[in-house]
């Protein structure tokens, strides 16, 4: 049954985001796109991220559109603070799944919100950011971050401090598609490409705009991990000649286009992008464990599952690892790690139901055990995992409440 639902999804997954259990984003109005403020219900997709005194905080938006930050006590993750609505202009924010605010604490008391503004002109967008240098006391309004300022796509990006303290932006951008030939009304230019910027004060300037990588999918998460080197590693779903949908994986760093290692070996030949993007975590060993979504062949059949497996310190898959995870209806999975300590999560739907499950490894990711962590009815967003040393937690919103589940291995 999921691999004959996953056909029609990916029919609509080239023209349209999903996120939320029980309907596709509602249709966009003429010559624009769907977005937080035309939408009939809230919008749920939140980042989550610890502050360095311990607190845990989330950046998302209201039943408005609105675009607000909560955070809750280190001993006492339940108990979330009051909303606080932070100043956006009255911009349209992302907020659907693999393209939601984002938030990140740095050094000097620096913390950024991140964002895609959807623009007029469908599957466009301007990746914005609030920033703070008092602890997330007070923000900044909203700016944008890259210099290109054409109205093209500038989407999905991701955000993070390097152990440096320098800021990293990356996002899927088309500026190379647009300038790419055409074969008919279909450009020669396989998907998109990441470019990135950096910025050593917090995001009170930025470097130019660099390009990471070509050929990457249009509407897939970019994961981001630490080296042993305190250097940024970025994995995400590339588009592999002559249209491979698997997973590249990239040091984060210098002026030129990366070294692109293979990550995945699917072998998915797909054209359209699934809205699902990677996981990724450094491993204890200097290496990485990588979580992603993808359809294999096993003979005359197309298997769709999440899968795990380790990556070796370039990116490239210890094969002998790579292992389904154990629930045919996991999507969306999320892994962080400390030592030998691996959590990987997911959400598994059912009809109107999902259920929040957690994968726990005590040995590197050799063996897990399997916990269920809640249940809830309707509208809920992708889990997040978010860390502090050795404290690793499970966050799941939903339309009632904000959950949090502390991991004990």
Request: charged share 20%; net charge neutral.
């Given at each position: ?296 062949k096993k003979g005359n059949e197309d298997i769709a599952a999440v899968r795990y497996a380790r990556l070796r310190a370039d990116g490239s898959p210890l094969l002998e690892s790579v292992r389904a995870l154990p629930d045919e209806r996991a999507e969306h999975a999320d892994v962080l790690a400390s030592g030998n300590q691996v959590a990987v999560v997911w959400r598994s739907v059912n009809s109107m139901q999902s259920t929040l499950y957690a994968w726990l490894s005590k040995d590197g990711g050799k063996s897990f055990q399997l916990r269920q962590l809640s249940k809830v009815q309707g509208d809920n967003d992708h889990p997040r995992l978010a860390q502090s040393g050795e404290r690793m937690v499970a966050v799941w919103r939903n339309a009632k409440e904000v959950q949090v589940h502390e991991l004990k291995?």
């Amino acid at each position: 049954m999921r691999n004959a639902l996953w056909g029609v999804m990916l029919a609509l997954c080239a023209a349209t985001t999903f996120a939320q259990v029980t309907a596709p984003l509602p249709a966009a109005p003429a010559g624009g796109h769907a977005n937080a403020r035309h939408a009939q219900r809230a919008q749920l997709a939140s980042g989550v991220a610890f502050a360095p005194d311990g607190s845990l905080w989330m950046a998302g938006l209201n039943a408005q559109g609105d675009l607000l930050v909560q955070n809750a006590p280190a001993n006492n993750l339940s108990e979330w603070s009051a909303p606080r609505l932070l100043v956006s202009q009255g911009e349209a924010i992302s907020a659907d799944g693999e393209n939601r605010p984002k938030l990140a604490f740095g050094p000097n008391g620096w913390v950024v919100i991140t964002y895609t503004q959807p623009l007029a002109k469908p599957y466009t967008g301007a990746i914005r950011m609030l920033r703070s240098s008092d602890g997330g006391q007070t923000f900044s309004p909203p700016f944008t971050v890259h210099s290109d300022r054409q109205e093209i796509t500038h989407r999905f990006e991701s955000v993070a401090f390097d152990a440096q303290g320098v800021l990293h932006t990356l996002w899927v951008d088309k500026r190379d598609m647009e300038l790419a030939p055409k074969h008919g009304k279909k450009s020669s230019y396989r998907g998109a490409a990441i470019y990135r910027n950096t910025s050593s004060d917090g995001g009170a300037s930025f470097g130019p705009d660099i390009k990471l990588t070509d050929h990457t999918c249009e509407c897939c998460r970019i994961a981001l991990a630490h080296g042993t080197d305190g250097n940024l590693r970025a994995m995400w779903r590339h588009v592999f000649e002559p249209n491979v949908r698997d997973h590249g994986f990239a040091a984060v760093g210098g002026t030129a286009p990366a070294d692109v290692v293979r990550a995945s070996f699917d072998d998915w030949h797909i054209d359209a992008c699934p809205h699902h993007g990677p996981g990724l975590a450094s491993a204890a060993d200097g290496g990485y464990h990588a979580v992603w979504f993808g359809i294999r062949k096993k003979g005359n059949e197309d298997i769709a599952a999440v899968r795990y497996a380790r990556l070796r310190a370039d990116g490239s898959p210890l094969l002998e690892s790579v292992r389904a995870l154990p629930d045919e209806r996991a999507e969306h999975a999320d892994v962080l790690a400390s030592g030998n300590q691996v959590a990987v999560v997911w959400r598994s739907v059912n009809s109107m139901q999902s259920t929040l499950y957690a994968w726990l490894s005590k040995d590197g990711g050799k063996s897990f055990q399997l916990r269920q962590l809640s249940k809830v009815q309707g509208d809920n967003d992708h889990p997040r995992l978010a860390q502090s040393g050795e404290r690793m937690v499970a966050v799941w919103r939903n339309a009632k409440e904000v959950q949090v589940h502390e991991l004990k291995f």
